[in-house]
C-alpha cells in the first residue's frame, strides 16, 4: 500500500459547483497536512496547511482532516475556470522530515 | 519576504552532457532545501534534501548528485545526462529545522529536456 493514495482524476466540473478532492494515507503518524495547487509549467503554490485533525477555512477553500479515517479532503466552493489545475495534498509527520505527496489530482473547470 | 528563485527556466541538452541547476532562497536564515523531480503522471520524486551546509540527503541512487555550498544555495549536478533525467526539476524549501510549520514552498522548476 501507497503511503499516499490520491486519485488522478481527470475531474471535470461545470463553473460554480462544489468540487471534492481527496487523499487516503496509511502513515498513523502523519500530523501536517497541505494542499497546492499547480498550474501547468509551474511550481505547486501552498493552498492549505493544517495541523492535525479539524477543518480550516479560508474563502472559497476549506480543508479537512480526519486522521481517525486517514482521510484528508479539499472542497473548493463556488468554482472558476481559473481554479482548473492540479491538486496535491501532502503530508508529514514532523516539522523535519520531508513531505509526503500524492500523485495529484487533475481539475478542469467548464466555463 | 521569502522567495526562491531557479534558473534556467528551460534546458535542453545531448544525453551524455554535463548539468547544473542552481536553486537560491532569500529572506529567510538556514532553510532546509529540497530536489525534486516531477514526470509526467508520476508525482514528485524526491532527489536530495539538506538540514545544512554540505549536509545533504540522497533519496534516490541515480547519476545525479547535490551540493549546498552557501546557507541559501542549492545546487543539482549531473556529469553525465541520461534520456530519463529529463523532466520538470523543483527546488522548495520549509523553515529552519525548529519552527512550529514546515510549510515547503516551491521555485518557479526547470524544465530539462535530454535529447
Known amino acids: 500500500q501507497k503511503e499516499v493514495e490520491q486519485d488522478p482524476g481527470p475531474l471535470s466540473v461545470p463553473e460554480g459547483a462544489i468540487v471534492s478532492l481527496n487523499c487516503t494515507y496509511s502513515?498513523?503518524?502523519?500530523?501536517?497536512f497541505m494542499w497546492y495547487r499547480q498550474y501547468s509549467r509551474k511550481g505547486p503554490e501552498l493552498l492549505m496547511y493544517t495541523y492535525s485533525s479539524g477543518n480550516k477555512e479560508d474563502g472559497r477553500f476549506t480543508a479537512q482532516v480526519d486522521k481517525s479515517s486517514k482521510y484528508i479532503s479539499l472542497f473548493i466552493r463556488d468554482s472558476q475556470p481559473s481554479d482548473s489545475a492540479t491538486y496535491l495534498c501532502?503530508?508529514?509527520?514532523?516539522?523535519?522530515?520531508?513531505?509526503?505527496f500524492g500523485k495529484g489530482t487533475r481539475l478542469s473547470v467548464i466555463a | 519576504s521569502q522567495t526562491i528563485h531557479q534558473w534556467p527556466a528551460t534546458l535542453v541538452q545531448p544525453v551524455g552532457s554535463p548539468l547544473s541547476l542552481e536553486c537560491t532562497v532569500e529572506?529567510?536564515?538556514?532553510?532546509?532545501l529540497y530536489w525534486y523531480r516531477q514526470a509526467a503522471g508520476r508525482g514528485l520524486q524526491l532527489l536530495f534534501y539538506?538540514?545544512?551546509?554540505?549536509?545533504i540527503s540522497s533519496e534516490v541512487p541515480q547519476n545525479l548528485s547535490a551540493s549546498r555550498p552557501q546557507d541559501r544555495q542549492f545546487i543539482l549536478s549531473s556529469k553525465k545526462l541520461l534520456l530519463s533525467d529529463s523532466g520538470f526539476y523543483l527546488c522548495a524549501f520549509t523553515p529552519p529545522s525548529g519552527s512550529s510549520y514546515n510549510e515547503q514552498f516551491f521555485g518557479p522548476g526547470t524544465r530539462l529536456t535530454v535529447l
Open positions: 502513515n498513523s503518524a502523519f500530523q501536517y
Open positions: 501532502a503530508m508529514s509527520h514532523s516539522g523535519n522530515t520531508p513531505l509526503v
Open positions: 529572506g529567510t536564515s538556514n532553510p532546509n
Open positions: 539538506s538540514v545544512g551546509i554540505g549536509q
